[in-house]
């Protein structure tokens, strides 16, 4: 792969030539006139990384791994072994003696798999089973996966290793649900989890799925929009006040966790909640959209942007930008893995290695996804309260329904 490295004292326009897939990302961001050819070849030829992140308030070292991940996004080239098919409408693989599958979340897809890619050609060295393996980023959205999963007629065609956040792909009875009751899956990850996560009851009582760890919701407040004197929103009972009436921007492209905010809002609020987060809804953003806003002209955009914690990142040093984890609790999109009961001996170790700590500490250090492993600390304000289905609700509910109902309740409010 092409050297990705950023460094803060090149130009706008030596990043821009060298790395064409960043001017995206600059202009998602707020830089709206990297997207000018003109511009970018003047103004940008004047102003290095470094000037323009301290003009806009940014934490560099998040900006800077937020430009590299995106060239490694659209660079990086899998070998046989990792080999993603051209065809990114198919989410399993075809090939191999042992099927690895599913969505990852875009921060930590690569580090993820770079770190497999090691485990992979030994266990073919050691072995001679061949691993079939088609890890997506999770932004390849919901009608992939869902054609993915309407590919499955039974048992002998789901991957031995599938892993994906959300609660769509496994609590829906047409996808993974409808094999939880057959003792298809079992899970080999750990007998109980970190302090931060063990309060919750995460753990599959029943012993099928491994939550591994999850992506949490937070608010990013425009504190320019407040009157004075007026409090920042805490809670998510806050945002679904009057005041906010077209004040929020939602996920709603990430429809993981989008759903999961939905659905728990639905739990707590019942089709009040979710009709009220309709009514305040501003506009769907996402969220590298919503983090790299913060400079509102004349007032314009939401004033609270719910986002997940990693892009929080992006706008801690803005003084206008406060980061608010809610009080009541993060809303969480869990990451589940599933392994298959009849896979062979090897998936055993590939299934640990994705319940390894040093997985754990991908998905928590570079994503900021919190980890459930034993062993991970988790980088999270002190105070981290998680706001979680629970498996309680999960069995009384059909969410393979819920979902489409919620949406439902959200997009008429917002009409």
């Known amino acids: 792969m092409p050297e990705s490295t950023i460094a803060p004292e090149m130009t706008l326009f030596d990043i821009t030539e060298k790395f064409p897939e960043t001017v995206d990302v600059f202009v998602a961001n707020g830089y709206e006139h990297v997207g000018d050819e003109k511009k970018r070849t003047t103004s940008g030829k004047m102003v290095t990384l470094g000037q323009a992140v301290q003009m806009k308030g940014k934490d560099l070292a998040a ?37 690895v599958a599913g969505l990852l979340p875009c921060p930590v897809r690569i580090p993820m798999l770079e770190a497999f890619d090691n485990l992979s050609r030994k266990i073919t060295a050691e072995t001679g089973k061949t691993i079939g393996v088609r890890l997506a980023a999770a932004s390849v959205g919901a009608d992939v996966l869902e054609a993915g999963m309407q590919s499955i007629d039974g048992e002998s065609d789901l991957p031995d290793i599938f892993l994906s956040a959300g609660f769509e792909a496994f609590f829906d009875k047409k996808n993974m649900a409808r094999f939880k009751n057959r003792d298809v899956f079992t899970d080999r990850s750990w007998t109980r989890h970190n302090d931060m996560m063990a309060p919750y009851g995460l753990l599959d009582p029943d012993g099928h799925y491994a939550l591994l760890a999850v992506v949490p919701a937070v608010f990013l407040v425009d504190k320019t929009q407040l009157d004075e004197g007026e409090d920042v929103p805490r809670t998510w009972k806050d ?73 929080s990142k992006m706008a801690q040093f803005n003084p206008n ?8 609790g993060a809303v969480v999109s869990p990451i589940f893995m599933l392994l298959k009961n009849s896979a062979p001996e090897e998936a055993g170790r590939i299934a640990d290695f994705f319940a390894s700590k040093e997985v ?46 919620v949406n439902d309740i959200f997009l008429k409010a917002g009409q």
């Open 239 to 311: 945002i679904l006040g009057s005041r906010f009436k077209n004040k929020v921007a939602m996920p709603v492209g990430d429809f993981d966790l989008f759903n999961g905010i939905l659905l728990t809002i639905w739990k707590e609020f019942g089709d009040e909640g979710v009709e009220a987060i309709g009514r305040n809804l501003l506009e769907g953003m996402h969220p590298s959209q919503a983090a790299g806003r913060f400079a509102p002209k004349g007032g314009k955009g939401p004033m609270v942007s719910v986002i997940p914690f990693f892009f």
């Open 360 to 405: 754990g500490e991908i998905l928590s250090h570079r994503g900021l996804f919190p980890s459930c492993h034993p062993e991970v600390v988790n980088k999270v304000p002190e105070k981290a309260p998680l706001m979680w289905l629970g498996w309680d609700f999960i069995k009384q509910n059909d969410l393979g329904e819920l979902i489409p109902k």
């Open 63 to 99: 900006f800077t791994a937020l430009l590299e991940n995106s060239v490694k996004e659209n660079r990086v080239k899998e070998d046989v072994t990792l080999a993603m098919a051209a065809d990114e409408s198919q989410i399993f693989p075809n090939e191999g003696d042992i099927k």
């Open 321 to 328: 930008a406060e980061i608010v984890w809610p009080e009541d």
